[in-house]
């Protein structure tokens, strides 16, 4: 009979302590743990983004073209939230228990309301929050590139939408701050939030 | 505008020898100089880009969106949001020791980061 070469390995059948996709990634060079520490902040970051964005949006009374992208924003971090919390706790990790301790982690700074709460000031604020953001997505995309396909898969399809994100609020920026034309080269999204690449099926995140 | 002297010990033990202007970013001179070093947020927040001071040195952090006195007491440095005060000798890829220097004081903190080089 043939052998069947991926029908045993490190992990001893019937071992519940171990994941095979996790010691795969081990064997291609992961360090797991790292990753799993920086995904958490990650994901810290986007809820927290979720939250002040929250609060931002209400201070754009009168932009409301300003106000429908930014929560169109704002409910996109949240689908990188929920996108990505399910692999930290595929790899062995876990959120803290405290929401004081998850935000204090978070991997990017806190988006507050700037004072006074222009059009303008809050439009660089959600800009320097979506520009962290497509940093901090790259890195884990160049951390699991070619090693870890399904971390790699999520944290790319994260990093689209941030860098839609990134050039909404160039072009608002662009035009409220200097008069400048700067097209970021999209159009509204179908419906507010879509995620149009990180949306898990709507059962499983409806 | 006057320039200072930074030099970067990397953990391999090479080093790097740069003149970084007082109104400079270090991690800025880093980069245009081709040398790698980890960073991400670039907003002095995350903390993957953390240097230590190695003997006396005055650095303005004042541009980091975090940095505690706790860290500067340490002689710890965000190197993106950086400018040099005097002449610098800076240990670099310093990360897990700020992280862990703030868990032990309760301080809030970033726990990951990139792993490279680390």
């Known amino acids: 009979m043939a052998e069947k070469k991926h029908a045993s390995g490190i992990v001893a059948s019937g071992d519940l302590t171990k994941r095979v996709g996790v010691e795969q990634m081990r064997a291609r060079g992961v360090d797991v743990e790292q990753l799993i520490e920086l995904l958490i902040d990650a994901a810290g970051a986007e809820f927290t983004t979720y939250y002040y964005y929250t609060i931002l949006r209400m201070y754009l009374a009168g932009n409301e073209d300003y106000k429908e992208i930014c929560e169109d924003a704002r409910l996109e971090d949240r689908s990188h939230f929920e996108l990505i919390t399910p692999r930290i706790y595929e790899l062995g990790g876990s959120l803290p228990r405290d929401i004081r301790d998850f935000a204090d982690r978070a991997g990017c700074p806190d988006a507050y309301l700037p004072d006074p709460p222009t059009a303008e000031s809050i439009l660089s604020v959600l800009l320097d929050a979506e520009r962290c953001a497509v940093r901090t997505w790259n890195e884990v995309c160049d951390l699991t590139f070619g090693k870890d396909p399904r971390t790699y898969d999520m944290a790319s399809r994260i990093l689209q939408e941030e860098i839609e994100h990134e050039a909404w609020f160039i072009e608002l920026l662009s035009m409220e701050r200097d008069g400048d034309v700067r097209p970021s080269g999209h159009f509204r999204r179908g419906t507010p939030g879509a995620s149009p690449y990180s949306k898990n099926t709507g059962f499983y995140n409806p | ?118």
């Open chain 2, 1 to 118: 505008m006057c320039d200072y002297n930074v030099e970067l010990i990397l953990p391999d033990g090479n080093t790097h020898r740069l003149k970084v202007g007082a109104d400079e970013l270090i991690l800025d001179v880093v980069y245009r100089e081709g040398i790698d070093l980890p960073s991400m947020c670039l907003m002095g927040w995350c903390i993957t880009c953390t240097g230590q001071l190695v003997g006396e040195g005055k650095v303005d952090q004042s541009a980091s969106l975090r940095y505690f006195p706790e860290d500067a007491a340490a002689g710890f440095v965000l190197l993106c949001t950086a400018k040099p005060r005097s002449d610098l000798q800076i240990r670099t890829h310093q990360r897990i020791a700020l992280r862990d220097r703030r868990i032990a004081c309760g301080l809030p903190t970033p726990r990951g980061g990139t792993y490279r080089l680390e």
